[in-house]
């Protein structure tokens, strides 16, 4: 009976070193409180912290944001956001703050020109009013956010000498083929209509003489104007 109660006892002993030598160890990780859980999602969120529960090891946080109110899991060991949950929309961000003839109002009273076309758009991510003023404006376009109504962008017109040009009619390739044989004598091998950044269009013309040379003659798709003659070896 004695050996039983002695074998018991040190049974215990040795119960209680080896779990005090694993609550100690550096694979026993303690579990963060509800206070530092807290804490951590404040950071790393900066809302208003409604509640805070505690469920297998996980813990419950919502959090009120600009956007919404929001659950999240966080782990209890690391403070480790696992999971997000928008729980409730704010209705003051999930509507538009503008109006279609709000922005209309916002283009005129900023610019005091005439409105010829506004439309709404999804630019970037970003809800956005694109306004398109009269041809005789100053401005051809302004971009408004559809939410702050702040003006994100305004786009200049063109000069009118510039939209004049762009209006004129392109040559066709036989026209750009045709000039390119007055500047170089030689049989049209193929003709190709590019446009450089600037918009100006131009088409590249390779030529073939009978000694087999062969030439590259750039014409301005507008002037018919020779931009440039290449030669190949």
Not at 116 to 139: H, K, Q, W
Not at 171 to 199: H, I, P, R, Y
Not at 208 to 231: K, P, R
Request: proline share 1%.
């Amino acid at each position: 009976m004695k050996n039983f109660i002695f074998l018991c006892m040190l049974l215990i002993v040795i119960i209680a070193a080896a779990l005090g030598v694993w609550r100690f160890s550096p694979y026993f990780t303690p579990e963060m409180s509800s206070e530092e859980i807290e804490q951590a999602v404040q950071e790393q969120y900066q809302g208003d912290i409604t509640r805070v529960e505690k469920q297998n090891g996980t813990y419950e946080v919502m959090t009120e944001l600009d956007r919404g109110t929001y659950q999240l899991q966080v782990d209890a060991e690391d403070g480790a956001v696992t999971g997000v949950t928008r729980v409730a929309g704010n209705s003051t961000n999930d509507t538009e703050a503008l109006t279609e003839e709000e922005a209309r109002a916002r283009a005129e009273e900023e610019t005091g020109f005439s409105i010829e076309e506004i439309g709404r758009e999804t630019r970037e991510g970003t809800a956005v009013y694109v306004v398109e003023f009269a041809e005789d404006e100053a401005l051809e376009e302004m971009t408004i956010d559809a939410r702050s109504g702040d003006v994100l962008e305004e786009k200049e017109q063109e000069d009118s000498g510039d939209r004049e040009e762009r209006r004129q009619t392109v040559l066709s390739e036989q026209e750009a083929a045709a000039v390119a044989q007055e500047e170089v004598n030689g049989e049209v091998d193929d003709v190709d209509f590019e446009t450089s950044d600037a918009g100006e269009p131009f088409y590249y013309v390779e030529l073939e003489q009978n000694d087999d040379d062969e030439a590259t003659v750039q014409v301005h798709g507008i002037t018919g104007e020779i931009l440039s003659v290449t030669w190949d070896d």
